[in-house]
């Protein structure tokens, strides 16, 4: 069966440290990837996607992704993370001419001032 | 703005008494879902329109049922909630671009049974 995979579950960083979560999904063949964020009480919000092209995908408040196809992988990254950071990060995968979005099981970041 | 409206954002029921959440979109995307989300857990996908077929999860249960009386509405009905329904009720909305369903999603209902 087709899944996505967030090994982190909960990140613990101080503020200014670099992040990158991990996302593996298993589908073998061409994907649409996503990168959703959620802020303590608030609703799903997209952060990134990757269609095609450029594999190395910049989101919005400095986040970025990238995918690597040998690897199944769409990691996100950021180069210094803000307290205004914490939030739990979803990664999530449209297998290609499907209507259907499998998430992973999210990853809980925690940033301290 | 196009987007993704949910009504209520927060709803209190009873122990089994019926009720419904309520979803519309400007977006005209053909494609409606329904997703339940516990705390700390990622969105369950409940079921999904696309135009107006009606596709639901094996793992669904009876207790939910869905209406889409036309493009830019959907509905969810809980017939008798229990208390391990109390969750937030995000709906989504997508069309095929190129062959790629990107999802837009509302704020969601957080549902409280009492």
């Known amino acids: 069966a087709q899944s996505v995979s967030q090994h982190n579950h909960h990140v613990i960083l101080s503020e200014a440290a670099s992040l990158e979560l991990g996302c593996n999904y298993s589908y073998g063949g061409t994907v649409n990837l996503f990168w959703y964020v959620q802020y303590p009480g608030q609703h799903l919000q997209l952060l990134l996607k990757?269609?095609?092209?450029?594999?190395l995908v910049k989101g919005i408040k400095g986040f970025e992704a990238e995918f690597i196809k040998s690897k199944f992988s769409f990691n996100l990254r950021k180069p210094s993370v803000q307290w205004s950071d914490t939030a739990e990060y979803f990664c999530?995968?449209?297998?290609?001419?499907?209507?259907?979005?499998?998430f992973g099981t999210g990853t809980r970041l925690q940033v301290f001032p | 703005d196009a987007m993704v409206i949910q009504n209520p954002r927060y709803q209190v029921t009873q122990f089994g008494k019926p009720v419904t959440l309520s979803c519309s979109q400007t977006?005209?995307?053909?494609?409606m879902y329904w997703y339940q989300q516990k705390s700390s857990q990622a969105p369950k996908l409940l079921f999904h329109y696309y135009d107006k077929d009606f596709n639901n999860e094996a793992d669904t249960p009876d207790n939910f049922q869905s209406r889409r009386p036309n493009t830019s509405f959907c509905f969810l009905d809980i017939r008798s909630p229990g208390l391990g329904d109390a969750a937030m009720y995000l709906c989504a909305t997508s069309r095929a671009v190129d062959n790629s369903y990107e999802q837009y999603f509302g704020p969601g209902t957080r549902l409280t049974v009492t």
């Open positions: 999530a995968v449209i297998p290609y001419n499907t209507d259907k979005l499998i």
């Open positions: 977006l005209n995307h053909n494609v």
């Open positions: 990757y269609f095609s092209g450029d594999p």
